[in-house]
Every structure is written in structure tokens, then in C-alpha cells.
């Protein structure tokens, strides 16, 4: 069945640097919003960075990072591959947590896990020295 799954997770120290990525099968991920989230033990899930249904996702309006992550994260496409990837970099030890990629309908994407239907099942990123 259609389906995104995330890799790329692992264990990095601070300052360190991890690329993630979501890739779907059995559907075009261009055609859909994605979102990255993450959620700690104990923590509501948070939404990272977004990018908007590729038809429009050809320029900075296009996608949206959370304040915390701003400057250290890249959200980007690679159609060919049907893959969203996830840059981070100069992690921090608040950065640990579950990864998870989702995709969604809404024509701009949002921060909001509520505004995404189809969910994978998360990669692990933990920041320690």
C-alpha cells in the first residue's frame, strides 16, 4: 500500500550533522504537502519544517521551519527519486527524538501534525556526546 518511510537517523554529537530522508512508494510525493515532526519522551509531537504541494514549491515561500530549527535545517525535494529530505545541521541535544515524515493535502503545508494523513513510522536521532 502507499506508504512513506524515513531514514537517515542515528546517533551524532552536538555540533554534528544527520541528513534524513522520506521516501514514498505506490504514490508521487510531489502531489502532497510534506511535513517533518518530531516528539520527545514525555513532549507533544512538534512540527520541524514543511514543504508545499510541489506545484508551488519552487522558492523560499514554499516551505516553513520552526523557530528553534531555523538555520540549522533544510527541507528540499528530489522528484526523481520521490523523496523529501531533511538537512540538519550544528544539532543540538534538544534536537534528539523520533523523526517522523508525513504527507498531506492542503495545498500550502503547516506545522500542524492535524493538517497530515499518511504518517511513517519515524527514525531515531539522538544528539549526545
Known amino acids: 500500500q502507499a506508504q512513506v518511510v524515513e531514514s537517515g537517523g542515528g546517533l551524532v554529537q552536538p555540533g554534528g550533522s544527520l541528513r534524513l530522508s522520506c521516501k514514498a512508494s505506490?504514490?508521487?510525493?510531489?502531489?502532497?504537502?510534506v511535513g517533518w515532526f518530531r516528539q520527545a519522551p514525555g513532549k507533544e509531537r512538534e512540527g520541524v519544517s514543511c514543504i508545499s504541494h510541489g506545484g508551488i514549491s519552487h522558492g523560499e515561500g514554499s516551505t516553513a521551519y520552526a523557530d528553534s530549527v531555523k538555520g540549522r535545517f533544510t527541507i528540499s525535494r528530489d522528484s526523481a527519486e520521490n523523496t523529501v529530505y531533511l538537512q540538519m545541521d550544528s544539532l543540538k541535544p534538544e534536537d534528539t527524538a523520533v523523526y517522523y515524515c508525513a504527507a498531506g493535502t492542503k495545498w500550502i503545508a503547516t506545522l500542524r501534525p492535524d493538517d497530515y494523513d499518511l504518517w511513517g513510522q519515524g527514525t531515531q536521532v539522538t544528539v549526545s556526546s
Open positions: 505506490l504514490f508521487t510525493l510531489d502531489s502532497y504537502a
